[in-house]
DNA sequence: TTTAATGTACCGACCGGACGGTACAGTAAT
DNA sequence: ATTACTGTACCGTCCGGTCGGTACATTAAA
């Protein structure tokens, strides 16, 4: 892995066909040329597709994870309301065009089993920390509904303005950060 | 369509088989072994695949539409309360152990385009009518949290326990029943 | 009243193309 | 010598869709 700048193009290009074109675009293929990598180097880094499925929620993943991180040097205050950094993890996720976790789609498309590992992840936040602290209910509904935004973005079936979604955003926010009733 | 139960059996059998196994299995020599009809006879009923797809998604907005109905008979003084009754249709549709929703699913592996006729229908039934009355922050969160709580079953993401969501839809119910904040 | 024609619903073998994956010889940097 | 590829040719399977037929019921002319 000297040049591993392949490995990023190759995991880019098979997230922008996915967000441009759907799942079932998605061939090894298609994900070659796009990435400008010949079909033997992508076969050399991920030997079958889920391999690479596998490598993009990895990808996905690690990436929330370092969001968190980010998060929680950018707002010190807000450290340790888990409920208010996800929240600004979905927010910030919002403002890139095509949401990274595209990667889901894919999987879910080609092979439901390969979910499984981001299913885990969101059960070890969403119950270790966000609930732990307060009102399960309130944060419950909070976490869903951001969520439900989402993958309202995900499944390209938004009908938000651009507008909504912000106020949204922020009004969630808010909510996490406080402690009004719902 | 003078008899046209092949037609639903065919309907019935292609959303059986997104739901236990994949949208990716949904071959039409699957969906027409497991409903019964041989291949032509599900060509004949459904000349493209794209079509058996606009079917499914057509059939699974009905279904809504009929739940919506039966739900205001059952509950008169509810009638013009459309939030409440939106989580009424949550909570019945995850009653039943798949939701009937996945052929969402299986437009969006195959073709993301045949999923606008479902986002439009979402449009309107949100903005016309359950955000019209009142409070649009309060309507929206609680709109998109039972949104985010179906997902996460269609998605087979949801990492909640029966009881969690048993719980969270009835809070869910009483919010939008009631005028508490959030 | 027999007969011919028409339409509906369905069968299942088959075809062509796409796709995942293999194989392997060559190359260029480290 | 190893790593990280390129390029091309190829294979077998799967899948959407075609096509020629069948069975049967209804209608309509002779």
Redesign the interface.
């Known amino acids: 892995m000297a040049r591993p700048d392949s490995r990023h193009a190759i995991l880019d290009a098979a997230e922008a066909i996915v967000g441009q074109s ?3 675009r998605m061939t090894l293929d298609a994900v070659a040329k796009r990435s400008g990598v010949s079909k033997g180097g992508l076969i050399y880094h991920f030997p079958t597709k889920e391999a690479l499925l596998q490598a993009m929620i990895d990808r996905m993943m690690e990436r929330a994870d370092l969001m968190r991180e980010e998060i929680r040097k950018k707002f010190p205050d807000e450290r340790s309301n888990h409920l208010a950094v996800e929240m600004r993890v979905f927010q910030q996720g919002a403002e890139q065009k095509r949401p990274q976790s595209v990667a ?2 894919a999987a ?5 089993d390969l ?1 499984s590992g ?3 992840e ?2 070890r936040h ?2 270790a920390h966000i609930v732990s602290g307060g009102d ?3 944060s ?10 989402h ?2 973005d995900l ?6 303005t651009k507008e ?1 979604k912000q ?2 955003q922020e ?2 926010l808010r ?1 996490a950060t406080g402690n ?3």
């Open positions: 759907g799942a079932a889901l789609l879910i498309a080609a092979n439901p979910t981001a299913r885990e969101m059960s969403f119950n399960f209910h309130r419950a509904i909070l976490f869903l509904a951001a969520l439900g935004m993958f309202l499944l390209n079936l938004s009908f938000l909504q106020e949204i009004e969630l909510l009004e009733g719902i």
